[in-house]
């Protein structure tokens, strides 16, 4: 068991450009989660995957956030023509079946410029 | 949604000190979950508590879901404790069991 990885831990990027954030869920989990913290805040909740199937996306995640799980393993996060409003630290996050008890990994944080 | 209110906002103290971290939220739900984010940002979770009282070495966690409220005590403090920690629920209201709605978290600085 290696955790919740993700990467890169820290991306810079010019307003505008493309960003793609992986995570890799501990192997056994067939739940994933992305969620953004920004500062001083908690973790806000962007979507779900149960094994491949993207079965929840919250309200507020713009059409410029895109999200894929192939073959239900490791996952991707897009962010499309980047906003200062972007910057914030993205966060995976995966868990088993049943109870719903999250392990998270270090987060990938995003400054926009 | 769900509204998830903490308490206090902040907490300072001195290594060896208890204390009591509060979490009330608004509505019904079926979990709740304590995390603490370290100052490098990694969120660890601590107890998954839909009711009743948990223990963890120094920590221990209580939900009365009845009253809509959680409590986490932390005993005989070390400056390792120091971080955020955040209780989340799922929010029901919304539909979902699996968006996790979390609070703003209690910053506690523990000084040696």
Known sequence: DTGVSQDPRHKITKRGQNVTFRCDPISEHNRLYWYRQTLGQGPEFLTYFQNEAQLEKSRLLSDRFSAERPKGSFSTLEIQRTEQGDSAMYLCASSLGGANVLTFGAGSRLTVL | ?112
Do not use: M
């Open chain 2, 1 to 112: 949604g769900i509204q998830v209110e903490q308490s206090p906002p902040d907490l300072i103290l001195q290594e060896g000190a208890n204390s009591t971290l509060r979490c009330n939220f608004s509505d019904s739900v079926n979990n709740l979950q304590w995390f603490h984010q370290n100052p490098w940002g990694q969120l660890i979770n601590l107890f998954y508590i839909p009711s009743g009282t948990k223990q963890n070495g120094r920590l221990s966690a209580t939900t009365v879901a009845t009253e809509r409220y959680s409590l986490l005590y932390i005993s005989s403090s070390q400056t390792t404790d120091s971080g955020v920690y955040f209780c989340a629920v799922p929010d029901l209201s919304s539909g979902s069991a699996r968006q996790l709605t979390f609070g703003s978290g209690t910053q506690l600085t523990v000084l040696p």
